[in-house]
Each structure stands twice: as C-alpha cells, then as structure tokens.
C-alpha cells in the first residue's frame, strides 16, 4: 500500500513538473504564411503541445493545418501538436474574449498584422510575430504604441529574425568585431557603402518538401506589402545587428535616409495560377494588371541610407522562380580598414551561403579562426587568391527552416527570464522606422 502511495506521488508530481514546465500556451491567429507553421516544426518543453487557432474557413488555414499534420507524421522528428480550431468570420473577436493562450504567433496577411498586434497587447497577451509588423507610416505609429503597451503590461512583444541564426552571418559578425583581422567598420559613401545586402527571392518555391501554395493576397502590396517593407526586414535587421552588435540604435538621430526605389515583377496570369492553385485571378489585384494580363508585383526595392554615419545598401529582388538547381540567394559584404568578409552564394558556391575574407593578414586571419574555435568546432581557412575561405563544418550548416526553431527559443527565454537585452526594442523600432520611411520616399517617385 505505501509503494502505491509513493508511487501515486510521483505520477502526480511528475504532472506537475510538467504542467510547469509546459507554462506557454501557443495562439495562432489567421495564419495565412507558411512562417505560422514553422514555428511548429519543432517542440519545445515549455510549451503545452494544444494549440488553439483562430482563422475564417478558407485555403490558408487549411494549408496551415496540413502544414502541422505533416510535421506530426514525419518520419523523422516528427512532431505532437494538437490543433483546437475556431473557424469564423468573428476569430479575432473570439481570440481576444476567450484568451486560450498567452503567446499570439502572428504571420499571414500584413494589411492587418500591425492591428492584430496591437489589440493582443491590449488584452494582455505576448506577441510573436514573422516580419513585417509594419508595411507603412501608420503602421509604424501604431506599433510605437504597441511596444510602449507592451511594457507597460510587462508583455514580450518580438519579431522573428531568423537570419541572424545563418552560420555565415554570425561568423561574418563575429569577425567583423576582431580588430586585429578587420580593423574597423568602413564609413564608406553612396557610391560604396560600407555595408551592402543583397537578396534575391522566388515566388515558387520548396518548403518542407512540396512546393509552396502562395495566397492570392500575397501579390497584393496592400496587404502584403511592397518589397521595400517586407524581406529588406530582414537585411535592415541584420546591418543593425553586425555593423553594432549589442548597441542601441536612437532611429530619430542615428538613420538618414539617402536614396530609395521600388520597381515591380510582372507575373502571367499561368504564373499566378500555378503557384496559387485559384482559377481566376481576384478582382484585388486588377489595379495592377496591365495589356497583357501580367500582374506587377511591387515587390523589389533598395535603401540607400546612413546609420551612426555608416553608408549602408539592401536591395531585394523577386523573380518568379530559380532556375533548376537554384534556389533564394544572399549577397553581403563589410568593408573594413583592414580587411572585408564577403559572403557569397551564387553558381561558384553551388548555392549555398558561403564566406570570405579578402585582405588582412595570414596571422591575424589565423588567430581569429583560433578565438572562433573555441566556440565553433573544427572551423578552418582554405586559401585563394584574393584571401581565404571560411570552411564552415556541415554539423553548423542549418537550413532556413532549422532558424525558426532556433529564434522560437530565444524567444521562450526572454519570455521566461525576462532578459531580452536592452537593444532590441529601441532596434526593432529602428527597423521599423528606415523600412517605413524608404517606403514613403520611394512612392515619391
């Protein structure tokens, strides 16, 4: 009887530990980017596996749901999400009153992001949102507003940047921070920034093994947003983070905007359908169909602007899709006094991310690989004739879709301890702020 007793005891407070351990509650909330699903690609012990979704009936929360089911029945890490669906025209409504949760995981139609964000803070729940929060100047005002809330209610409000989780990038930033291979960050000018990123984007492409079914709204920019405030997110993002890694960036004094420009891919009518499976094209998206039935997606764009004095450059190019073989690409270089780290991934780098470092040193190229060393394992330098190349082990090569699990747990740990460094709001608002005001100077035009 009292082996039963204990034994009783140690079931119940197994439960507990895991009810405790289990404290966020996931609400997803009109999920119509595939981004909502990935961030359920993998568990997390904090997390209760039940996860409560609001939608409209429709194509996007179906895919959304097919999305979590394959990862439920994958062959390999395979995932135990329960969704509990609400399907309704009143979901948002429904969210807010019912309250399932305490994390809101937001990625799908931008038009409304910005309001779903701000009506979650207003009834107490934490934002986790894909990019962008913002497509515009009003936008951007409402998401000061959010973020002033936020703390207020002691609530943690975050972007998913999972680009700062590419092993690349975090390697050209640690280097760029060694003065004795790099020296120090370039001011550069118009005509040669200091820092330049660059990337390149394709309306039809693979996620988790299938090609991806797009929205019909997505080549909408009244409600996806022009290329200019949606993936240069990301690019504005990371000059923040590496040319000023853990420093507050002040978007009212430190940002000058220069140059901005928009210029739009046209898309066939087949293209459209194809990688949307809709039969007829919405009457939405007429105001940007020409003689020819070619939608014009407004979705490329370059920022020429300056940040603590720094001339930086991001562009971002759609194109419907890769040549076979191929697929997105990134372009970045930091120019240093001494030396500058390139990261590369065209044909030459069979695509894949790849980095370089032109000038500097012998010694000092090999006393920075030592210090990287020590945190990451096995990294060496293989010589051309321009510098050398970073060889990166596979073990730290993840892919795109690895990097949501990766920004999932950084945010559960802000979220638990309560540490997010003092940077990151007043930087997000900073990224906010040069994407916004790139787009109304390029509409000028």
Same mark, same amino acid.
């Given at each position: 009887m009292k082996s039963k007793i204990i034994s009783w005891m140690s079931m119940s407070l197994l439960g507990f530990q895991l009810q405790a351990q289990q404290s966020v509650?996931?609400?997803?909330?009109?999920?119509?980017?595939?981004h909502a699903a990935l961030v359920q690609k993998s568990m997390y012990p904090q997390v209760d596996p039940t996860v409560y979704v609001y939608a409209k009936k429709g194509t996007d929360l179906n895919l959304h749901l097919d999305k979590i089911k394959g990862y439920n029945a994958a062959s390999a890490g395979a995932t135990s999400w329960k969704e509990s669906v609400y399907e309704g025209d009143d979901y948002l409504q429904k969210m807010l009153s019912e309250k399932k949760g305490n994390v809101v995981v937001l990625a799908g139609n931008n038009q409304l992001?910005?309001? =779903?964000?701000?009506?979650?803070?207003q009834s107490g729940l934490n934002v986790f949102a894909d990019k962008p929060m913002v497509i515009d100047?009003?936008?951007?005002? #409402?998401l000061k507003s959010a973020f002033k809330l936020a703390e207020q209610k002691k609530l943690l409000l975050y972007d998913i940047m999972t680009e700062r989780y590419e092993i690349t990038t975090?390697?050209?930033? /640690?280097?760029?921070?060694?003065a004795g291979l790099f020296g120090t960050l370039e001011k550069g000018s118009l005509e040669q920034p200091a820092v330049t990123k660059e990337s390149v984007h394709h309306f039809y492409k693979y996620v988790s093994g299938s090609v991806l079914t797009r929205p019909g709204w997505f080549f909408d920019v009244a409600q996806e947003g022009e290329g200019i405030v949606d993936v240069t997110t990301h690019l504005v993002d990371l000059v923040q983070w590496e040319c000023f890694p853990n420093k507050v960036i002040n978007y009212k004094k430190d940002i000058q905007l220069k140059t901005a420009k928009s210029w739009a891919t046209p898309i066939t009518a087949a293209q459209f359908k194809e990688v949307t499976k809709l039969a007829e094209i919405p009457n939405y998206l007429g105001k940007y169909t020409d003689a020819k039935k070619d939608i014009n997606v407004m979705c490329n764009g370059e920022i020429n602007y300056t940040i603590n004095g720094v001339h930086a450059k991001v562009s971002v190019i759609w194109n419907y899709k890769a040549p076979e073989g191929t697929g997105d690409t990134h372009y970045s270089i930091m120019r240093g006094t001494k030396a500058n780290?390139?990261? &590369?991934q065209g044909a030459e780098q069979m695509f894949k991310p790849t980095l370089y470092i032109e000038g500097g040193t012998a010694a000092a190229a090999e006393s920075a690989m030592a210090t990287l060393a020590k945190e990451f394992n096995g990294l060496t330098l293989k #010589?051309?004739?321009?510098? !050398?190349?970073?060889?990166?082990?596979?073990?730290y090569k993840e892919g795109h879709e690895s990097h949501f699990a990766r920004v999932t747990e950084k945010y559960l740990g802000y979220l638990a301890n309560k540490n997010m460094p /003092? !940077?990151?709001?007043?930087?997000?608002? /900073?990224? =906010? =702020?040069?994407?916004?005001? /790139?787009? &109304?100077?390029?509409?000028? &035009?």
């Open positions: 509650k996931l609400i997803t909330l009109d999920p119509g980017h595939f992001k910005t309001d =779903y964000i701000l009506k979650s803070i100047e009003i936008g951007f005002s #409402k975090i390697l050209q930033r /640690a280097l760029s921070m060694d780290l390139i990261i &590369k #010589k051309n004739d321009k510098g !050398w190349e970073v060889m990166i082990p596979e073990s /003092a !940077w990151e709001i007043p930087n997000m608002l /900073a990224k =906010y =702020y040069t994407t916004t005001q /790139a787009q &109304k100077l390029a509409s000028k &035009k």
